[in-house]
């Protein structure tokens, strides 16, 4: 069996970064959407993000910082349960990148 | 040389918006279909900034004073924080105890689960491969890039996290602690102590 992309337990990698960034309020907001919807609202599973986060391909997961692969895994999960539709979210990302602030 | 775009963003931030509009179209197409609301998300998000490490070290200075304690939290560590007024929402915690011969260090291999509901979310470095790859191969190396060095005699264990069962290190008391007040032992506790990257900070004399 060959390694998922996240499993890398064990492997040879770099000195640790040290560095430490406050989270940003998009962070947070997504921090709070996969909080929402896999506890009170018991939407999908943090099984279910760790799955939509592990399926991403390999240049995806590394290239993706740590909350951009969390809500292209959710995004995905919604999709999957028809909660919200691909064309729908597209259609709206597209309108959104045409506003001057994001909310 | 690498070839100049002094027009436009850069491929990051191009990316990042993408993925910022991302989070942005999902909260509001759920919002309009009545799944949630903005006000649940900003009360969410106020929620988590009250987790912090000040919460872990109220437990672990509790450990430290009062033997009872430390007991009830090494059995079942979920019930020792509830104890203490704080929430773990259904999490198993283990606390592991470090000692002069056992240290305890933690890692989430596959990911980032973390005791967040104790200290908030995790730093960066515990969330990259770097650290979730060699914290289960070399610790003793790992250990050093922060500065902590144990004598050989010490056993290094590792606990590797998953998302039902998080773990929080219990720091050794440093000496010349006797006496101390819980509130001035707190002081000494650090989120890396009870992750177990680093000991608690040593008494100054």
Known sequence: MTRGVHDVGGLPDDQVDLSEHNYAPWEKRIDALLVLLAGKKQIMRVDELRRGIESLDIDAYNELSYYERWIASISKILVEKKLITSTELEDRMAKIATRKTLL | ?205
């Open chain 2, 1 to 205: 040389m690498p070839h100049d775009h002094p027009h436009g963003p850069t491929i990051d931030a191009k990316r990042l918006a993408h993925y910022q509009c991302m989070a942005v179209a999902v909260q509001e197409l759920l919002t309009e279909k009545g799944i949630l609301t903005d006000k649940q998300i900003e009360a969410t998000i106020k929620e988590m900034e009250a987790r912090g490490p000040a919460l872990g070290a109220r437990m672990v200075a509790r450990a430290w004073i009062d033997s009872n304690y430390k007991r009830r939290l090494l059995l079942d560590g979920s019930a020792a924080a509830e104890e203490l007024g704080i929430p773990v929402d259904g999490t198993r915690l283990i606390v592991v105890e470090n000692n002069e011969t056992m240290h305890n260090l933690i890692v989430c291999t596959l990911c980032s689960c973390y005791p967040r509901n104790i200290l908030g979310l995790p730093p960066d470095w515990y969330k990259k491969t770097a650290y979730r790859s060699r914290a289960v191969k070399e610790p003793r190396a790992i250990l050093a890039e922060f500065g902590t060095f144990l004598p050989d005699s010490v056993t290094v264990r590792v606990h590797d996290s998953t998302a039902d069962m998080r773990y929080l290190v219990l720091p050794t008391r440093p000496s010349g602690t006797e006496g101390w007040t819980e509130q001035r032992l707190i002081e000494l506790v650090s989120r890396d102590s009870m992750i177990g990257v680093r000991t608690a900070k040593q008494a100054e004399s």
